[in-house]
Structures are given as structure tokens and as C-alpha cells.
């Protein structure tokens, strides 16, 4: 392990709380410091969710197409994968208070133009700047409490600011629900407002940039575009394959050219005088092992969960409101579970509950594909507690591992990769998990539809009926269709939709297990920068 990356992470701490207190008043407080972070990340979590809520009343609103509304989603999420690495950089480069501050204003500023926007394709251009500042925000919260509290405290204050990240994620659907059902769909973004608002008060009263003095002087431009470039394919190709097609020659072109821009990236980075991300922070195994865990983590959870939402809404029939209500014992799992996971680290290091966590969430993943069409809301709750149980320690876990084992001068880029690893393990997981199960679902549905006596659906309806049981939504029935057949259409939608969905979780229960093993090769961080100036 490189002794120029990895050295002890104590050395650094007594000269920071010695200045600090000098300081006076309450700028540099750690934990009023994890107050006004979370107010931030809050905003961007919230905004997650609650804008999924949002997007079928902003399609009929704006007379927008299917493949438009998607980019409401797909624009945003697209944006903070690109930049996420870069935001760190400019974070430590910068100072991570400032690039905090600026995030909030600009994040807060977006959404109040989303919220004025009169056409779908003004809507899609804010949010992806609405990303960018989202990129911003995220690294520099995980930086300034890397700068603000000492390395043994380090893993209770990530585990709060991952409850503060699982309730905003909870509340997202009801919280939507609310504002799209008694308000507008452009209330959804101006909530956004005071709480940005919020963030920037707390921010410059409050924040306080801690910067290692080898922090770096100059930007690696050439590094910027290339990782860039190379996010931009890799993401691209995930959300567009599931549409093209794996073996589709544009689905290959915007993946094999993300692998050769990557390349190309790590020979620069061997060369440049100050690298976006030098190359000797791989050195730490631990790092890589988080890193690799987080990409694990997202493939297994968010690509599985994203089912969850249809299987409720279309399955069961619930409102966008009641499906919230029926996730909370997982969201609400997370939220408790978080910060005692953080104590847990504290105690354990993160080896023990990262492992626990993923066999746990292996568990759950295991048991959600048992769930047929008619599974009651005991069952589910008891998977759902489950999952929230077992991601919780690995959230926490994995961050502290990945940002605690970088040298404080590279605290955002550590941040940056983090939430790069969960945005690309997530958009993966969508994407193959999804095309696994449209195609059980497109396997299967001729046999139910036949087993329920149904008349063969012929010519183009066959590709509508496929594509709307991959949502698990029931396709209309003329009129006059006799109830029995009604039902019969529902349950062979229903059941073939299951099946695929349980096809998913049983690959992500898989991919899992294979992360709880990666999970026995990370440990405490145990990094340190050197001396540290405050600004």
C-alpha cells in the first residue's frame, strides 16, 4: 500500500479541533456542520423520488411524448454521473464550502425554473443542469464532514447523514403524492426552494473549509474531459440499451467507447503533474473493495427496488401515496439503521456489519422473489424490513470506507467516486435487471395467457400487450367483456409480471452475496492528508 496515500489518519486530527476552537462561535461545529450538509443532500434525495411521482401529470400537462418524459429522469440522472468526479475535484480544489454553497443556490434556482417552464423540453434542459448542481452538492457534504469530524467519529456522522438521505427518500413518494394530488405538478420542484434556501443561511453561517496545504494547485483539464466523455458512453449506453438492445451496434459503440476512454484516462492520469484522480489511491484495497461494493450494491438494490414501485401500483392496485406508505418499514428501517449501523461501525470497524449487511439484504432479495400477485402486506413488510436492515450498515459502511481511506486533499474526489459507483450500479442494475425480466415477462405471458383461456393476441397488439405486462398494467378490455374475462386478462398480466420480477430478484440475491464477499476486504480508513489549513 502506498505510503505517499495511505498513512495514519490520527496525526491530523488534534492540530484541526485545536484550531477550530480557537476559532470560537459556532462555524466549524461538527455536528451543526452534519446539521446543515444533511438540509443540503436532503434536497437532492428528496428530489429522487419525488419527481417520479411527478412524471405522469408533467406528461399529460405538457403534451410531452413517452421518450421526453423519460428524459426528465434520465437527463438528471445522467448529468450527475458525468460530473459527480469533477464536482469533488472542484470541491478540493476550490474549497468544499463554497462549492457547497453554490450547489444549493444553483440546484434551488433550477427547480424554480423547472417549476415556471411551459414546455417539456425546457423542463428537460433545467433538470440536467439541475443534475450538474446536484454533483456539486453531494461530494462536498461528504468532504466537509471528512474535514469536521476525526476519524473515530467519522462513521456515526455518515451513518445520521444516510438516515437524513433514507427519510427524504421515503418521504419523496407520499410527500409527491401530496403536492401533485392537492396542489400542481410544479410544486413538486418549488418545495425546493426554501430548503435550498435553508442550506445556503445554515451554509455561510456555519460551514468552514478544512484543506490539506498539498491540496492541489492546479486542474487537470485534459483528465476532466476524458473521464467525462468516458461517464457520459458508459451511462448513455445503460439507459439506451434496454431500447436498442444489448448486442445493438450503438449499444456496443457507447460501451466499448466508454472502456476506451477510460483507458485512455488512466495513461493520462500516470502522466499528468496533478491528476483528476491519481492512480496510487487504487493502491488502497480497501478503497477499491468500496468502491467495487457500492457499484455492487446500487446493481442489486436499486436496480431490484425499481420493480417494487410497479408490482405495488399496477399489481395491487395501490395509489402512488399508498405504495410510499407501504415502503416505509424498508425507508424507515434505513432511517433508524443508519446511525446505528454508525455506531456499530464505530465499535466493530465496518468489515462485520458490511458483511451482516449483505447477507441480510441477500435474504430479503431472496425472499422478495417469492412474492406472487396475491402476497399479503404482512409478507411484504417482513422483506422490506429486511432490506432496509441490511442496506443500512453497507450505505454507511462503504462511504466510510471509500472516504475515510482517501487523503484529506482528496476528500471530494473520494465523495465524488461514491456517489459515481452508486448512480453507475444503479443505472446498471435498471437496465440488465430490466432486460432480464422483459424477457421472462415476454417468455411466459403466451403460456399464462393460453392457461387462462384467453383468445391469442395477434399482429401489432402483440408488442403492446408484452410491453404493458412489463409494467404489470392489464390491458383495457373492449366494451361489454364479461367480468371473468376481465379478471382472467388482469391475472395473466399480473402473474407473468411476477415472474419476471422474481427472475430480478433473484439475480440481484446473486450479485448480493457476491458483494458480502468484496465486503471481508474493506476496513477503517486510516488515511491522512497532512497538515491542514482552515479558510
Known sequence: MSQSVVKSAEADQPPRRAEQAAGGGLQGHPWLTLLTVAVGVMMVALDGTIVAIANPVIQADLKAAPSEIQWVT???????????????????????????????????????????????????????????????????????????????????????????????????????????????????????????????????????????????????????????????????????????????????????????????????????????????????????????????????????????????????????????????????????????????????????????????????????????????????????VLMGLGISPVMVGATEVIVGNAPLELSGVAGGLQQAAMQVGGSLGTAVLGALMAAKVTDVLPGNWAGAGLPPVEGSQVEGLNQAAQLGIAPPAPAGTPQQAVDAMAGAVHDSFVSGMSLAFAVAAVVAFGAALLGLLTRRGSTDAGPAVHI
Open 74 to 384: 434520465s437527463g438528471y440522472l445522467l448529468a450527475l454521473a458525468v460530473f459527480l468526479i469533477t464536482a469533488g475535484k472542484i470541491g478540493d480544489r476550490f474549497g468544499h464550502k463554497n462549492t457547497f454553497l453554490v450547489g444549493a443556490v444553483g440546484f434551488a434556482a433550477t427547480s424554480a425554473a423547472i417549476g415556471f417552464a411551459g414546455n417539456i423540453q425546457t423542463v428537460i434542459a433545467f433538470r440536467v443542469l439541475q443534475g450538474l448542481f446536484g454533483a456539486l452538492l453531494q461530494p462536498a457534504a461528504l468532504g466537509l464532514l471528512r474535514g469536521a469530524f476525526p476519524a473515530e467519529k467519522l462513521n456515526m456522522a455518515i451513518g445520521i447523514w444516510g438516515g437524513v438521505i433514507g427519510a427524504s427518500t421515503a418521504a419523496g413518494p407520499i410527500v409527491g403524492g401530496l403536492l401533485v394530488e392537492h396542489v400542481s405538478w410544479e410544486s413538486v420542484f418549488f418545495i425546493n426552494i426554501p430548503v435550498g434556501l435553508i442550506a445556503l443561511l445554515l451554509g455561510v453561517w456555519i460551514l468552514r473549509d478544512v484543506r490539506a496545504e498539498n491540496a492541489a494547485r492546479s486542474f487537470d483539464l485534459p483528465g476532466i474531459a476524458l473521464l467525462s466523455a468516458a461517464m457520459f458512453a458508459l451511462v448513455f449506453g445503460i439507459i439506451k440499451a434496454p431500447e436498442w438492445g444489448w448486442g445493438d451496434i450503438s449499444t456496443l459503440l457507447f460501451l466499448g467507447g466508454a472502456v476506451i476512454l477510460m483507458t485512455a484516462f488512466a495513461f493520462w492520469q500516470r502522466a499528468a503533474r496533478e491528476p483528476l484522480i491519481p492512480l496510487s489511491l487504487f493502491r488502497s484495497v480497501p478503497l477499491s473493495a468500496g468502491t467495487l461494493l457500492m457499484v455492487l450494491m446500487a446493481f442489486s438494490f436499486f436496480g431490484a427496488i425499481f420493480f417494487v414501485t410497479f408490482y405495488l401500483q399496477n399489481v395491487h392496485g395501490l395509489s402512488p401515496v399508498s405504495a410510499g406508505v407501504h415502503l416505509l418499514p424498508m425507508t424507515g428501517m434505513m432511517i433508524v439503521g443508519s446511525p446505528v449501523a454508525g455506531l456499530a461501525i464505530g465499535r466493530l470497524g465496518p468489515r462485520i456489519p458490511i458483511v451482516a449487511g449483505m447477507l441480510i439484504t441477500t435474504v430479503a432479495m431472496f425472499g422478495m422473489s417469492t412474492l406472487d400477485a396475491g402476497s399479503g402486506g404482512g409478507v411484504m413488510s417482513l422483506w422490506f
